[in-house]
């Protein structure tokens, strides 16, 4: 007992004088083989609605004193294997000429660590809740043209897509990043490629299947999600994934720890955390154990380095990175489903239906990776569980998702139109309005309730300019006079409707009808004058005939006398 703390005390002796020592401890003889120890650290920051980490941000971060110098500072050139989200590589290189100095040296600081290093999801989204929602595939990002501006770049590298528009061709001589695509902008010397981590208690059992089905290889999973056969082995192989689970009880003992307010408490925190280590059950083939650094789990305190040369210093136990684990012997189990709740999917079904209808709506526009690239980083930003940390966070994230979706679906549209007055034969105007940044093209039907107007072009063609409206002319002819009722609505290229239908009334005055008219009125008012004559002149003959009569009558009465 007394051996075994000492070897204790001098570990943290070494911890607490900081990195810079790494003198090694008195050998020691152990009476078990040493515990391999895994830890894995991911390297993000909460991101805003955007998805993207601004310039100024990124400057504070990268700072001497700023929180990802603090975390590679803690990390760097050691055993611990880094998740790095892709989103902070992405938002340095996408300033391009702008970004901060800080931010690029620490960005090349990142490139020459030899860590194992692997991707976490973009924005360190929950990887398992579009799973679970209905999703076929981990949701990684489309495109990132719509945020590449061309003028913070030299010109393209030899083999990349041309830019939108002409970059300074003297840039490149200036030192200015060439012109990069969505691919580069993350890609990454990583040394372990298609590991997922899913977040904390959010796997089950088909989450992993999908996984090993859509090519990843190896899947990070807590040990209150996974049952296994054995807790001297952090490696298990489940279906065609190999799993690493890190222990709970240990990762939480690790970060009370690393968190420690002052050196005695350090030292108490890390000979608990020593103890439970050696604790671990021995097994042929040798032990491991992995443990974990919550998400945003960082502080300024943060004593990991310290905690990182102390347990290295222990003849009990040695560091080791993923690749390691990966080589041991692996143990059985099976996935405790942790699926989310019903809540959670709900919130998420409703974006990712949102997602498809937006993506639908893009087909309108000149270039659709502009409008679903866009849309998939602030699915992907509203997915991550940094908005649960605040009450009502997460609520109002996927609202605000939900409201930019129906805005944008609105921005291309039909404007309100007053009654037309409409001739024998001309156009019916239909105005549209486009508020996106790039040309759409829309097709317009116009269909009348009632026979009054025949519509000449029933698929009328109309291309808008950015943040302008346009009128479209339909050729129409008129059949008759009257009000009619006119159902406008509008379809993308590829037949997806766009807005409801329109209603437009129109008063139609056909230029043949009203002589036609008139002359039937003057030719039934000239058959009834006729008539009328006619009626006098008889009624003439008739009473001429009655007074001949009676004139008759008395000539032949005299004649009798």
Do not use: C
Not at 154 to 168: F, I, K, L, Q, R
Not at 550 to 555: A, G, L, R, W, Y
């Amino acid at each position: 007992m007394f051996l075994k703390a000492s070897r204790i005390a001098i570990a943290a002796a070494i911890g607490l004088v900081g990195a810079a020592i790494a003198a090694p401890v008195p050998a020691m003889a152990a009476t078990t083989s040493p515990v391999s120890v895994g830890i894995v650290v991911p390297l993000s920051v909460p991101a805003g609605r955007d998805g993207f980490i601004t310039s100024a941000q990124l400057e504070t971060l990268t700072s001497p004193t700023g929180l990802l110098t603090r975390e590679l500072d803690s990390i760097a050139d050691t055993n611990v294997t880094i998740g790095i989200d892709p989103m902070i590589i992405a938002s340095i290189r996408l300033l391009g000429s702008d970004a901060p100095e800080s931010a690029t040296a620490w960005l090349d600081r990142l490139r020459g660590v030899e860590n194992d290093t692997f991707a976490l999801t973009y924005a360190d989204s929950d990887l398992t809740l579009g799973l679970q929602a209905g999703s076929t595939q981990v949701l990684a990002p489309v495109s990132f043209d719509f945020a590449i501006d061309p003028g913070v770049f030299g010109a393209a590298v030899e083999g990349t897509p041309e830019p939108t528009s002409t970059p300074d061709p003297g840039a490149e001589n200036l030192g200015v990043p060439p012109l990069p695509t969505s691919a580069t902008l993350v890609e990454w010397p990583y040394t372990l490629t298609n590991v997922a981590w899913p977040q904390v208690d959010t796997a089950t059992a088909d989450d992993l299947t999908l996984l090993g089905e859509t090519g990843y290889t190896t899947a990070v999973l807590n040990s209150s999600n996974v049952s296994r056969s054995s807790e001297g082995a952090s490696l298990t192989t489940i279906g065609d994934v190999s799993t690493v689970v890190t222990d709970d009880a240990l990762s939480a003992l690790f970060a009370a720890t690393i968190h420690a307010s002052s050196s005695a408490e350090w030292q108490d925190a890390f000979e608990v955390l020593a103890d439970a280590i050696e604790a671990t059950p021995r097994r042929a083939g040798g032990a491991s154990v992995t443990l974990s650094v919550a998400r945003g789990d960082f502080d300024t305190e943060t004593r990991l380095r310290g905690t990182l040369v102390a347990l290295d210093n222990l003849t009990t136990m040695n560091t080791v990175d993923l690749s390691g684990i990966l080589a041991s012997t692996p143990g059985s189990g099976k996935v405790l489903a942790k699926p989310h709740t019903e809540v959670a999917l709900q919130f998420a079904r409703s974006m990712l239906g949102q997602e498809q209808a937006d993506a639908a709506f893009s087909s309108v526009a000149e270039n659709p990776l502009l409008i679903t690239g866009d849309r998939r980083i602030r699915l992907l930003a509203a997915s991550a569980p940094q908005w649960n940390r605040y009450p009502g966070g997460w609520g109002n994230e996927v609202d605000g998702f939900l409201e930019d979706s129906h805005d944008l679906r609105a921005s291309v549209r039909i404007t309100e139109s007053s009654t037309l007055i409409f001739g024998d034969r001309g156009f019916i105007p239909i105005n549209v309005s486009n508020g996106l940044d790039q040309p759409v093209t829309v097709y317009i039907t116009v269909k009348p309730l009632t026979p009054l107007l025949t519509i000449e072009n029933t698929r009328f063609e109309l291309v808008v300019e950015p943040g302008s409206q346009r009128r479209a002319q339909i050729p129409a002819v008129a059949r008759s006079n009257g009000e009619v009722s006119l159902g406008v609505s509008m379809r993308t290229g590829t037949d997806v409707p766009l807005g409801g239908t329109k209603w437009v009334r129109a008063n139609v005055q056909a230029g043949w009808e009203t002589p036609v008219t008139v002359g039937l009125g003057i030719l039934v008012f000239a058959v009834f004058v006729l008539g009328i004559i006619r009626s006098i002149r008889r009624r003439r003959r008739e009473k001429a005939a009655e007074e001949q009569a009676e004139d008759d009558e008395v000539i032949i009465a005299e004649l009798d006398e």
